[in-house]
């Protein structure tokens, strides 16, 4: 099935810049990891530095770049904020056609030399 853009946009390259946007702000395992937390329920981000084992302030960049992507929003609570799936259902939905898209492709973009594994060695 293509990739499909029907919102109005000034230039015609436009649809894809914003998916190319969209997959950037994917394109992180913490970002996953994160994204796939919060499909579980809201979380503050205490509560997602514990799980992840990360600094409080990589979690926080992390969270501003999906909050900046609108894949998620937050709300005050008491002096924390917690934090949701903007579309929980669109998003669940995109990260299993990405888990069906790597098991027809066995993999392969892990040995891919740009984006693989190893790339960034």
Same mark, same amino acid.
């Given at each position: 099935?293509?990739?499909?853009?029907? %919102?109005?946009?000034? /230039?015609?390259?436009?649809?894809?810049?914003?998916? @190319? !946007? $969209?997959?950037?702000?994917?394109?992180?395992? +913490?970002?996953?990891?994160?994204?796939?937390?919060?499909?579980?329920?809201?979380?503050?981000?205490?509560?997602?530095?514990? %799980?992840?084992?990360? /600094?409080?302030?990589?979690?926080?960049?992390?969270? @501003? !770049? $999906?909050?900046?992507?609108?894949?998620?929003? +937050?709300?005050?609570?008491?002096?924390?904020?917690?934090?949701?799936?903007?579309?929980?259902?669109?998003?669940?939905?995109?990260?299993?056609?990405?888990?069906?898209?790597?098991?027809?492709?066995?993999? @392969?973009?892990?040995?891919?030399?740009?984006?693989?594994?190893?790339?960034?060695?």
């Amino acid at each position: 099935m293509a990739m499909i853009f029907t %919102h109005a946009v000034d /230039a015609p390259e436009a649809p894809l810049t914003a998916a @190319a !946007c $969209l997959f950037h702000g994917f394109s992180d395992r +913490s970002r996953l990891v994160i994204l796939q937390h919060l499909l579980l329920g809201e979380h503050r981000v205490v509560e997602l530095t514990e %799980h992840l084992g990360l /600094a409080q302030s990589t979690v926080s960049k992390h969270l @501003a !770049c $999906l909050r900046d992507c609108g894949l998620i929003t +937050s709300r005050p609570e008491g002096r924390a904020s917690v934090f949701s799936v903007t579309h929980p259902e669109a998003t669940t939905a995109l990260l299993a056609a990405a888990e069906q898209l790597l098991d027809l492709t066995g993999f @392969a973009v892990t040995l891919c030399p740009n984006h693989g594994v190893t790339a960034h060695d």
